[in-house]
């Protein structure tokens, strides 16, 4: 019964607490804004929130029973005190935020609160963001507002004065992790995906991308050939890199992946070996990290970084990326 609330609680522990210290206290503010980027767990605290609110046995105080009439309603999403505003194409209109002032003007049908949720709320038009701030300015005892977002900077700073603002973090890399192994990602992606993004929904994207497995592939073959035969490395670039790597961003994606080879040689280094994310090659890569000063280590991760950053400033990315396999030879070879 607890296993949702506990499972938010989890990846966001500091707003989970406070959504229960203001139930516990008898504090619950009239509007609240979840903001944050997506994948967080923002539309899940906040279904998860309203069951607390509405639940007719709820739990220590504030855990939803999820068995109760009220939890059952909102979990099939027809409970007629709780009602859910999405865009309406690309924006949110006036027209719904007036029906819904119009449907809270009425009393409660079945609970003691009326609880309304916006998702994508940085999407009303300007029209709706009024007649939103009009609808705040006059808050009723027993309604409860729960807006929701990615881009809190587009919503009106009248409408954020009247809200608790709740920011939720991105995901850490081990929940990451962890969410990526349970929905059945191999151990090398779930290890590697993490450092690419802080989104479960992109994750799971990027995992079931044939070009990612692909672009890992090569990546390592570029290191492997810097290692074997310096001199081949150039045409390496030219007969496999970029044929695959072809979009700036494309390219960016793939400096990412050769600079955590390299920061799993400075584990290894480090008797880390643990968080190394290119499991399968950590054999190979404790024989290259033996023949590399930590000085030489930092260097070349240095060389990617300032490859990464040129690459944002429009260089062009043969030539960068020329520079850069020049640059990672200089006592690379160990044969």
Known sequence: MTEAWNEIADIQPTIMGMLKNGMLKNRVAHAYLFEGEKGVGKREASII???SLLCEQQIDGYLPCENCKNCKRINSGNHPDVHLIEPDGLSIKKEQIKSLQEEFSKKSVEANRKIYMIFN??????????SLLKFLEEPSSDTVAILVTEQIQRILPTILSRCQVLSFKPLSPAVLKEKLINQGVNIQDSSIIPHLTHNFEEGIRISNEEWFAQAQKIVVKLYEVLNQNPMKALLYLQEEWFVHFKEREQMDRSLDLLFLIYKD???????????????NKTGEFETHALHLSQRRLADCMGYILEAKRKLLSNTNPQLLMEQ??????EGSSFV
């Open 49 to 51: 929130f309203a069951k």
């Open 324 to 329: 850069l396999v020049l640059n990672l030879q």
């Open 265 to 279: 040689l400075l584990y290894i280094q480090l008797d880390k070996r643990e968080l190394a994310v290119f499991q």
């Open 121 to 130: 709320a940085d999407k009303m038009s300007v029209q709706a963001a009024n």
